[in-house]
């Protein structure tokens, strides 16, 4: 599933090129990248924020077109899949992944079939449909979705945000911002969530890359965080049985069976990193937080933060937000309710 | 209301500094610019897209954190509130406006009350709560949230997106970005949606400091686009009295009475512009165009779009996005209906 690709970070040429993901063009796996899919991929923000225990840096991944960080991947996928003279494609997704291929096939002129839970949240559904991709609803979990889709996927190219290589060398990109926004170094520690792992597996890709062109010495500790309620990550990494999976207001990584379970956790480990959990209480008081402090971010992307609330993080630690509020925008506020943070 | 700044523009030395709207820090009427109240300002793509009749530029303010242009307005208004030492300031918006000064007052640690009407997108109501402000919604159009607002306004700061000035001198860097993004070269046109004309007014701003500064030769015509329903500027601009005004799918630019009619009206004039106007089916085609390429925005920021693809627009025009579609994905998805585009 993987391909090779030896990357290369010129600095000087780099700072003088617009502010987007393709000023990497020598590290990403594409002929033409000067003819790139693009809806216009900001380098996001790396912003401050007080937590009680120490200054965190949220990267805004939210601030990507379609409203996630997502849209790297697909932004590089569509690319790669337009040199490649395909014309129609399908993907699973919880929405978010949908909804940003869904934007960037319209975009590259590619037929998409987007396969999402029925319960996905309306805003995505609503991005996925707007777009003109074909929603395909499908009714229980998540997995659901996903066996659908890996059905059709016999006659039509699947382009997974889990399983497609060329949508992890996208993701890949949120690394090397990070590096260059930090002067080209590195963090200690990077705290994402994590459902099926495709943003952890992307920037640990992108780490390592730039480790192995020599810009940094060694990966920083890559933490994973997913909702108490369903953890399979977190008690496989601890070597035990998941209890089965509950609900969480995560939805974004409410997967109970992560594809790629095993590389995960390899990731983990390998960087000296580990897997948290974090309960519904304490994503809803995170997301209360971001808000209070100005930035409205949907609940999945609240669960990093909780656990940097909950139990710390290390100052100058980074924290990935991965989608926007307005996603989920009256979830959020009923999450939030009247109890207002006052200043 | 106005503010005398006199604004330079040392190419070089922006080019080296991050790409947010505080590299014009010499153009920014702060005294601390480098402490702004910031929720990570990026400088917007501009993104070509093929019409019919010839390519235009995308400017996607859509992208600013909070979901909208305002967020430059915001930024720079409230670090200016946060300078002066004011604690408690109101507003009143349709949505937009208050959902961004909302979030930036939750992250300077100012108190905010809005007031909106009640009949504002339910997104933007929800971020404007989420952000912990005072939401007070008012019944009746539009109007009448103001009215309320400057009765309020004799206690209370009013950080008015229409009257402060401030605001226009965060809006101005849509121009900066659109002339530094060209080469510092000026487009020959820019076509923007207008209702109370703060953004046609930090625009024209904007290019005349660059023009003060030797920066552009002259003022780009600029192109103000009404709802035909709700068009008292365009009708003003004919010297022709208003019929009433009706309801529109653009929200953002519903406004019966604009409080800066006559400035708008000599701005266009100035710089050799024009009013034009927009029916609802032309709004709703072009939301449909715009999805069908990529592009999820609010049903105004298909205005702008909708005169360019209705009555054409000249190569090379820049044709702003003002608002996010997740603002109101319902509606948006809703409008669009079943007729796909198909690519």
Redo the contacts between chains.
């Keep these: 599933l993987d391909i090779s690709w030896r990357s290369e970070f010129p600095r000087a040429e780099i ?2 090129r ?3 993901l393709w000023r990497y063009r020598e590290a990403l796996p594409l002929e033409r990248p000067e003819e790139g899919v ?10 401050p924020l007080e937590l009680p225990r120490g200054r965190v840096l ?1 990267k ?1 991944d939210q ?5 996630s960080y997502k849209d790297r991947g697909s932004a590089v996928m569509l690319s790669a899949i337009r040199e490649m003279g395909i014309d129609h494609i399908l993907e699973d997704s919880s929405g978010n992944a949908g909804a940003s291929i869904a ?2 096939a ?2 590259a ?3 998409a079939d987007i396969f999402a839970p029925e319960a996905a949240s ?2 995505k ?3 996925i ?4 991709a074909n929603l395909v609803r499908v009714p229980g979990p998540r997995s659901n979705a996903a066996a659908a889709a890996l059905e059709a996927a016999s006659t039509t190219y699947y382009a997974s945000h889990c399983w497609n290589p060329f949508f992890l060398h996208g993701v890949k990109t949120l690394a090397f911002e990070i590096v260059e ?1 930090l002067d080209w170094q590195m963090p200690r520690e990077v705290i994402v969530p994590a459902g099926n792992g495709a943003l952890l597996l992307g920037l640990w890709l992108g780490f390592d890359e730039l480790r192995l062109a020599g810009v940094i010495p060694r990966w920083p500790r890559l933490v994973a965080v997913q909702a108490a309620a369903c953890a399979p990550v977190y008690h496989a990494w601890r070597g035990e049985s998941a209890p089965e999976a509950g609900a969480t207001i995560a939805e974004g990584i409410a997967i109970a069976n992560p594809v790629r379970l095993r590389e995960i956790r390899s990731v983990v480990n390998l960087t000296g990193g580990r897997v948290v959990t974090v309960s519904e209480e304490e994503i809803v008081f995170a997301l209360r937080y971001l ?6 971010v949907e609940p999945t992307s609240a669960a990093a933060p909780a656990a940097c609330l909950a139990q710390g993080a290390e100052a100058g630690s980074v924290v990935v937000l991965t989608g ?4 989920a ?2 979830q ?2 009923q999450s ?1 309710g009247s109890n ?4």
Excluded: D, W
């Design positions: 700072a003088r617009p502010a987007t693009s809806l216009g991929e900001v380098m996001t923000p790396l912003v949220l805004c601030q990507l077109p379609s409203g934007a960037y319209a975009r002129g590619v037929r309306p805003g559904l609503a991005q449909a707007a777009h003109g926004q808000a209070g402090n100005g930035f409205f926007h509020g307005l996603k925008a009256a959020v506020a939030i207002r943070i006052e200043q």
